[in-house]
Structure formats: C-alpha cells, structure tokens
C-alpha cells in the first residue's frame, strides 16, 4: 500500500496573497483541515491548518465593531499565518512509512509533492486509519485472534498452513513487537471458516500462544 493509492487528489491550493477569511471560508465549504499554500509556479512554499485560521480570528470579546473588525481581517493573508516548514511525502512513499512521518512530527496531514515540489495530493490521518481498517479486515465477520509467535524463519507460513489444512481462510494478519520478550512477536490474525476451538487447539499444538480469540 502506498500514498499515492491513498491520498485525496487532484489538492486544492492557495496562494500565499490570499485573505486568511476566504482560506477559512475555503477549507469549512469543502470540509478540509488543511491547505498546501503554492506560489506562482504552482510550487509548494507553505501549508496553513484550519488551527492557524481559527486563531487569527477575533474574539468575541473584542471591543472593535464589525466594520473594524472586517477591514483589519481583510489585511491578513495567507503568507502571515502560514507554516514554512512542511513535511512532505511522495506517491510512491509507503503508507507505513507516511504513518511514522505524521507521528514522529506531531501532524495530521501531508501534502504529496511530485519531482519538482509540486503538490499532487494530501494524506491526512483520515487516510491513514481508513487503510488501517482496510488491512485488519475491519467490519468483516470472522474469527479475530491475538498470538504470541516465536521470532523465528518459517513461522508464519507454518501457521497459514494450519488454516489452511483446517480449511479456513485468512482475512487479513499483522505483527507487533512483544517487548518484555525480543524470542517472541505477536500476531493478529483474522480467519474466517472455521472453529474456533479447533484453530486454538491447532495453533497451540504448533507453538503459538493464543492470547485472544473472539468473533467479530
């Protein structure tokens, strides 16, 4: 899985000239959170957030009247409010990879730039949980187990072919680190076509620790 199958495209950009009042009205009309701000070579220079906007806007608590207010905000552009510093990614760039970019930086969204810095996309934390319940299986009737697996070659393989001599079926699989024990991996694994008690049985008889089991 890559971004480039999951990010929102064609982008809507803004120019960095634009008053911040017609980003916000912008980003509420067509529900986004987030701007890739470009110049006039279609280049990106900036990324303005919803979070930005909302903060240059005007307490109610202000003393100034409409007309004050309105004529102040009108001056306000895009340039002033916005984030130089943008984290990017690629279309080819992998969704796991994506993942670790927005969590180690803290943000909910990446703009997809092409060769030249142009914005072709975005993938925003949205995308990311979608294709996290694509790849679990999510919303799909069948068998969900939790495993603790040896760390070793072939274990993975010995397991789909225990479902399989069973004649179940496999939805989806993912791993996770157990950290109290480096020799052991867990394991998430969705099935579907078969006992429940018979898979435990199986995969306890191979090995595998069955932390959990339920259907889902």
Do not use: C
């Not at 004529?71 to 969704?95: D, F, G, H, N, Q």
């Not at 995969?203 to 089991?213: M, P, R, W, Y």
């Amino acid at each position: 899985m890559f971004v480039g199958d999951h990010m929102s495209a064609p982008v809507v950009t803004v120019k960095p000239d634009l008053p911040f009042q017609e980003a916000l009205k912008l980003m509420r009309e067509k529900h986004f959170r987030r701007l890739p701000v470009v110049d006039k070579k279609e280049k990106l220079i900036g990324i303005i957030s919803e979070r930005d906007l909302l903060y240059a806007s005007p307490s109610p608590a202000s003393s100034l009247s409409v007309w004050e207010i309105n004529y102040l905000l009108s001056k306000i552009k895009v340039e002033r409010l916005m984030s130089t510093s943008v984290i990017t990614t690629t279309a080819p760039t992998s969704i796991e990879n994506a993942a670790h970019l927005m969590v180690t930086h803290k943000i909910g969204g990446l703009p997809v730039v092409d060769d030249d810095n142009h914005p072709v996309g975005i993938i925003t934390e949205t995308d990311i949980f979608t294709t996290l319940v694509e790849m679990f299986g999510g919303g799909e009737p069948g068998l969900r187990l939790t495993l603790s697996i040896p760390t070793r070659k072939g274990v993975l393989a010995q397991l789909a072919q225990a479902v399989f001599d069973l004649g179940g079926d496999i939805i989806s699989v993912g791993t996770f680190p157990i950290e109290r024990n480096p020799e052991e991996s867990g394991l998430v694994i969705k099935v579907r076509d078969i006992s429940k008690e018979q898979l435990i049985d199986t995969l306890e008889g191979i090995g595998d620790h069955v932390l959990d089991a339920r259907e889902v």
